[in-house]
T-cell receptor
Framework: QQQVKQSPQSLIVQKGGISIINCAYE??????FPWYQQFPGKGPALLIA?????SEKKEGRFTISFNKSAKQFSLHIMDSQPGDSATYFC????????????FGTGTKLQVIP | DVKVTQSSRYLVKRTGEKVFLECVQD?????MFWYRQDPGLGLRLIYF???????EKGDIPEGYSVSREKKERFSLILESASTNQTSMYLC?????????FGPGTRLLVL
């Protein structure tokens, strides 16, 4: 089973601070790395995704940093807000089609006012 | 907007019962997935289907089966429910890479 290791399991950040979640993967054939956000009572929803041809992708306050040689990628949430409080899952897999992705174990983020 | 619906939000069943969890998507997606979500374990793939009547085992298929008779509907079957199958079950469909999830079914097996 291909693993994706995610840390930390939980995170508490002050409003306005930076939240950082880290993931590491094993399979060098993986070339698609999405992050999903899940609010209580809802299913996960795609937040942002990156491919290994770039080292960083930014969408608003959310940034993915990607280190191909280390097989690691991370999610940074700048100016964290209470509305960002959710569980975040990283994932990795081959791009396209029904090629399934492997999910990390999740990080529960709480942003306190 | 893509919509993935699951037949029940909460379900309570007895050990040994046969349980059906149903998922319907309205976007004509080819691929559908069943996951279970447990604290500290993340999302684990049970089965997926890439076409009608086609299915593939995921990482934890033991104790489960699936059915896909129509493109829009993917059912997860617990032939004989056990207490270790108490979990949140999530269905997803995908147009290519993005997975669209349903709201989940929280199953309690007593």
């Amino acid at each position: 089973q291909q693993q994706v290791k995610q840390s930390p399991q939980s995170l508490i950040v002050q409003k306005g601070g930076i939240s950082i979640i880290n993931c590491a993967y094993e399979n060098t054939a993986f070339d698609y790395f999405p992050w999903y956000q899940q609010f209580p009572g809802k299913g996960p929803a795609l937040l942002i995704a990156i491919r290994p041809d770039v080292s960083e992708k930014k969408e608003g306050r959310f940034t993915i940093s990607f280190n191909k040689s280390a097989k690691q990628f991370s999610l940074h949430i700048m100016d964290s807000q209470p509305g960002d409080s959710a569980t975040y899952f990283c994932a990795a897999g081959p791009s396209g089609g029904y090629q399934k992705v492997t999910f990390g174990t999740g990080t529960k983020l709480q942003v306190i006012p | 907007d893509v919509k993935v619906t699951q037949s029940s939000r909460y379900l309570v069943k007895r050990t040994g019962e046969k349980v059906f969890l149903e998922c319907v998507q309205d976007m004509d997606h080819e691929n559908m997935f069943w996951y279970r979500q447990d604290p500290g374990l993340g999302l684990r793939l049970i089965y997926f289907s890439y076409d009608v009547k086609m299915k593939e085992k995921g990482d934890i298929p033991e104790g489960y089966s699936v059915s896909r008779e129509k493109k829009e509907r993917f059912s997860l079957i617990l032939e004989s429910a056990s207490t270790n199958q108490t979990s949140m079950y999530l269905c997803a469909s995908t147009d290519w890479e993005t997975q669209y999830f349903g709201p989940g079914t929280r199953l309690l097996v007593l």
